[in-house]
């Protein structure tokens, strides 16, 4: 069964609105979760990663005050897309994992599309 | 870490073995071989992973060279359902990040 999930699987908004996603790890603890964006017919780019208990560290061209990410408990990181534009529309997705040498799982993807 | 190289898309008939390439010459002593598919609009899922001997899950079967420099992903018998994405990804044990390339579309044909 799914070991990280993603909520809400899909998010349709007018522009300027900020959009909120949760991605929970449901049977172990992540000190470590990572947020990725996909646009179509694409792979997957990383755009952060997110630690518990301290800022997230975020890879280079990805806005830190555009993605604001929050890691405030084990189980538990966020990523809110703050003032969503068109060009902000894509498939994000997280993923956790588990202490040591374990895979990363990942969530289901959240699609958001700014109208 | 190292940069992998795959075909960017496959074809292969439903019930057949599906075996899916990956060069990653620059491969170091450290690093793992990791494979994940992604299924259209889904997230990627984790499939099978190795240092240097062949591995084996319910899932697949992971064959790495004696030289580490390239490595193949087997589904021994594939269904329509294996038809996605996948990706191969070296990486150093512990480490953080997972790079996605553009992986291998491969396509299950009934």
């Given amino acids: 069964g799914a070991v990280v999930s993603q909520h809400p699987s899909r998010v349709i908004c007018k522009s300027g609105t900020s959009v909120k996603i949760e991605c929970r790890s449901l049977d172990f603890q992540a000190t470590t979760m990572f947020w990725y964006r996909q646009f179509p017919k694409q792979s997957l780019m990383l755009m952060a990663t997110s630690n518990e208990g301290s800022k997230a560290t975020y890879e280079q061209g990805v806005e830190k005050d555009k993605f604001l990410i929050n890691h405030a408990s084990l189980t538990l990181s966020t990523l809110t897309v703050t003032s969503a534009h068109p060009e902000d529309s894509s498939f994000y997705i997280c993923s956790a994992r588990r202490q040591g040498n374990q895979p990363q799982h990942f969530g289901d993807g959240t699609r958001l599309s700014i109208l | ?110």
């Avoid at chain 2, 898309?9 to 073995?17: I, K, L, N, P, T």
């Avoid at chain 2, 790079?99 to 579309?105: D, K, L, N, S």
Wanted: net charge neutral.
């Fill in chain 2, 1 to 110: 870490d190292a940069k992998t190289t795959q075909p960017p898309s496959m074809d292969c008939a439903e019930g057949r073995a599906a075996n899916l390439p990956c060069n990653h010459s620059t491969i170091s002593g450290n690093e793992y071989v990791y494979w994940y598919r992604q299924i259209h609009s889904q997230g990627p899922q984790y499939i099978i992973h190795g240092l240097k001997n062949n591995e084996t899950n319910e899932m697949a079967s992971l064959i790495i060279t004696e030289d580490r420099k390239s490595s193949t992903l087997i589904l021994p018998h594939a269904t329509l359902r294996d038809t996605a994405v996948y990706y191969c990804i070296v990486r150093v044990e512990g480490a953080q990040k997972l790079v996605f390339g553009q992986g291998t579309r491969l396509t299950i044909n009934p």
